[in-house]
């Protein structure tokens, strides 16, 4: 099946710095998401983005289908940015198959 | 914003008896889905259900594992016979589409004693 994989596995910040999270994938996909999960473990969606690149207020969203990578840039990062970072992926007919997440903290 | 929801946020139950997680996915979708999260690792999937049939499980999914969707609205997942491993997070998500966006409920924190 698809291979998802996530770097870096840990990232800490100081609030307001940027960081740029990496999701590699090993086949063609049709359907990419991010997910923050917070401390609560809630998975609040980031973006749908198989393909292009997306804004939603700090954060952005590139997916480069033809090489089989998507970034995830937190801009002006802030503590509440803090939690785990999963890229998922659906190719063909599979379910949404999941990396391992980024984990940041963001330190005041 | 409409939202998928689940029920209860947490349960613990002993080793050996039956759980029903709850879920009310959006409205107007069509496909609806369950995963787990074992504590510390990545999100698995489990079960995809369309059209009032399962459409693909995985490997997790095995008999001790059922879903059904009762009424027009909700969405559940039983586990039989509880065991020490099924202890995790367990969220049930919805989609209009099979491939787009995937929406996520607020999660099921099952502990197994």
């Known amino acids: 099946g698809i291979q998802v994989e996530q770097s870096p596995p840990d990232l800490i910040l100081q609030e307001g710095a940027n960081s740029t999270l990496r999701c590699n994938f090993s086949d063609s996909v049709n359907n990419l998401q991010w997910f923050h999960q917070n401390p609560w473990g809630q998975l609040i969606n980031l973006f749908y983005?198989?393909?292009g690149t997306k804004q939603n207020g700090r954060l952005s969203a590139t997916t480069v289908a033809t090489e089989r990578y998507s970034l995830l840039y937190i801009s002006s990062s802030q503590t509440t940015d803090s939690g785990v970072y999963f890229c998922a992926v659906v190719s063909g007919n599979t379910p949404l198959v999941f990396g391992k997440g980024t984990r940041l903290s963001v330190i005041a | 914003e409409p939202e998928v929801t689940q029920t209860p946020s947490h349960q613990v139950t002993q080793m050996g008896q039956e759980v029903i997680l709850r879920c009310v996915p959006i409205?107007?979708?069509?496909?609806f889905y369950w995963y787990r999260q074992i504590l510390g690792q990545k999100v698995e999937f489990l079960v995809s259900f369309y059209n009032n049939e399962i459409s693909e499980k995985s490997e997790i999914f095995d008999d001790q594992f059922s879903v059904e969707r009762p009424d027009g609205s909700n969405f559940t997942l039983k586990i039989r016979s509880t065991k020490l491993e099924d202890s995790a997070m367990y969220f049930c998500?919805?989609?209009?589409?099979?491939?787009?966006?995937?929406?996520f409920g607020p999660g099921t924190r099952l502990l197994v004693l």
């Open positions: 983005i198989p393909s």
């Open positions: 998500a919805s989609s209009v589409q099979g491939v787009e966006t995937q929406y």
């Open positions: 409205s107007n979708h069509l496909y």
